[in-house]
């Protein structure tokens, strides 16, 4: 019952209005449609350019599926921390949340993702494989992550 609530509220979220700049727009718009020249000719970009290929899955989810997936994100942070589902419903229901979405912002999927792979994957056999993929994810906003790094790093010695 509980998975059945996570997935319909985070389905509502495909139909949540959407800022005209939302971090989808921001961090897509012209990828593809003059790759190399993208990098090359617009210094204005917010990414470095091997986040061209971690923003693939980003690119491709659409704006609408980032906002279902930062939801299911969160759902798996609140069920990896042992909290009850009022505490997703909460959170996905604050108006911080609420205002992250309206902008589809990538924060979600550039802290908390990586932070929950690389705590997923302590003591399992693809580890440096999963802690690669999430400091690869970090990378992406370097300026937002380095001391959650600098934690997991130590945490982990």
Avoid at 40 to 58: A, E, F, H, K, T
Avoid at 79 to 107: K, Q
């Amino acid at each position: 019952m509980q998975l059945l609530v996570v997935l319909l509220v985070s389905t509502l979220f495909l139909w949540m209005p959407q800022s005209p700049t939302s971090d989808w727009v921001l961090y897509t718009q012209g990828f593809w449609d003059n790759f190399p020249q993208t990098y090359l000719r617009n210094r204005n970009l917010v990414s470095p350019p091997w986040g061209l290929i971690l923003l693939l899955p980003y690119y491709l989810m659409q704006a609408g599926g980032a906002r279902v997936f930062s939801a299911l994100v969160i759902a798996w942070l609140t069920r990896a921390r042992g909290r009850p589902l009022l505490h997703f419903l909460g959170i996905v229901l604050s108006p911080y949340f609420l205002l992250t979405m309206w902008f589809s912002n990538i924060d979600i999927l550039i802290i908390v993702l990586p932070t929950l792979l690389w705590e997923y994957s302590n003591g399992r056999r693809w580890a440096g494989v999963m802690r690669g993929l999430a400091l690869g994810l970090f990378l992406l906003k370097p300026q937002c992550s380095i001391l959650i790094v600098i934690y997991l790093l130590w945490n982990s010695r």
